[in-house]
Structures are given as C-alpha cells and as structure tokens.
C-alpha cells in the first residue's frame, strides 16, 4: 500500500532580478487560492512573497542579478509554507527590528515597511541560516483557517 | 503588457497620476519619475488615481513618502483615490492612511484639494 501523502511541494528556481517579481507574485497568489486562501488573503501573500524577494535581490544580492533565488511552495492541511533560499547575506530572525508604524507616520522615510508587510501579513516570517549548505532562507507561512 | 504604464492628466493645477499594473522593486523608478516630474514642474498637488494599480510593494510606498515632506512644505499634497481592496488594505496596514487623504472617487479627491473647481 503506497505512503499516504499529506503534502504537496514544488520548487522555482529564479534570476536575481527585479524583472522576475511579477512571476513570482503571480504564483504565490495563484497558490494561496489552491491552498484554499480567500482573494483578499492570497494578495496579501502575494505582497508578502514580493517583500521577501526582493530583499533577496536588493539586499542579500546587493542588485547582483547574476545569482539564484529558490523557492518552495509546500501545501499541507494547515498551512501555505513558502520557503525562499539564496546564498547571499543573510539575516537572523533575532536581529530583526520591525519599525513601529505610529513611529514611522511621524517621521516618515523611505525603506523600512517591507518587513513590517511580511509580519503583518504572513502568520510566520522565519529566517535562518544552514551552516552546512552555507544558505541562508526566509519562510512565510500563511496558516488555513 | 508592461508591468506598470503610467498617464498623467493635469486639472487645473492637480496632476492627476493613474498607474495601471504593479508597482514593484521593478518599476518603482517610472513612478518615482512619474512623481518628480510633477514636482520638478512645480506642481505640488498630486492626485493617484488607484483605480488600475493592481498592488503596491513598500517601494512605491517609499516613493511617495520620499515625496510627502517637499509637496507639504510648498503647500500642496499627494491624495489617493480609487483604491482596490488589496491596494488599501497595504495603505491600512501600515496606518498610511492617517497620513493620506484617501477618496472613494477621484472627483471627491479633486474637489478636497481644489475646491474651487466644479465638479
């Protein structure tokens, strides 16, 4: 009798380029309404999965375009997981500060509101590093309700 | 289709911005253009029109708060209109809509920010 499997994942592997964000979108909206996600719910993921690539290319790349970013949609009962890895500079969830918004309204600046999408947005922002494979990775997870 | 076209239509002294598509890391720079130029042209009461703007990512939220101070000081303001759900729903999340005037249609906006224009 085979395995019963209880999840679904694929893999997209990408250009560092900007160009490509709109792909990416594309997917994980597409994705979020597979999973089971409500209009409103996957474009906010999709918002969310733009952040977190886009940090990838123009932080951790540094606007390098010449390198690969990895993403992995996972599809499980309870949850939309997509993890995102490169081998760029990476970031530890301990060294995040999200700005305070009321904060930000009195002292307005650019930079600084894509985390705080990606917090506010996704029920999970995680980064961690593999000191094995040297990559570094950011998982969003959207939780099914 | 292009990511982003952006149309610019001048009502009295408002420029009216309307973006249609994504404004992304991508494309931000033809927005920021967008808006310096009517900055540039001495033109500081700056309507976006939202009703094509499919989503907004952070850097065309940084866009435009670049822009906010220097349209205030010179007596004018950058307005929204037309939002879709999503497209408010970034403003909303981020509290940026206690720092703009945000209007269901855009003759509402027109008539704020030039009152003697009849609508």
């Given at each position: 009798m085979a395995a019963k499997v209880d999840h679904a994942q694929f893999r997209l592997v990408i250009p560092?380029?900007?160009?490509y964000l709109n792909l990416v979108t594309g997917l994980a909206k597409r994705a979020s309404l597979v999973a089971g996600l409500d209009d409103a719910t996957a474009a906010k993921v999709s918002i969310a999965v733009d952040e977190a690539v886009t940090n990838v290319i123009l932080h951790a790349y540094h606007g390098e375009g010449e390198h690969s970013v990895e993403l992995e949609l996972r599809f499980t009962e309870k949850a939309l997981e997509i993890h995102i890895w490169h081998s760029g500079q990476g970031i530890r969830s301990d060294q995040l500060v999200l700005p305070d918004p009321k904060e930000y309204i009195k002292h307005p600046r650019k930079g600084g509101l894509g985390l705080l999408l990606m917090s506010r947005f996704m029920d999970e922002v995680q980064f961690k590093a593999d000191a094995v494979s040297g990559r570094n990775e950011c998982c969003l997870i959207k939780k099914i309700s | 289709m292009a990511d982003l076209s952006i149309a610019v239509r001048h009502i009295g002294d408002v420029a009216v911005i309307l973006p249609t598509g994504f404004i992304n890391a991508h494309t931000v720079r033809e927005f920021e253009e967008a808006l310096e130029g009517q900055v540039q042209q001495g033109r500081y009461k700056i309507l976006l029109?939202?009703?094509?703007?499919n989503y907004i990512s952070s850097a065309g939220l940084g866009a435009i708060m670049g822009l906010i101070e220097t349209v205030r000081e010179n007596d004018g303001d950058i307005l929204l209109s037309n939002l879709q759900e999503n497209v408010f729903a970034i403003f909303d999340t981020l509290g940026f809509t206690q720092l703009y005037r945000v209007f269901g249609e855009e003759d509402q906006a027109l008539a704020a920010v030039a009152p003697e224009r009849k609508v």
């Open positions: 560092s380029q900007t160009r | 029109n939202c009703k094509d703007l």
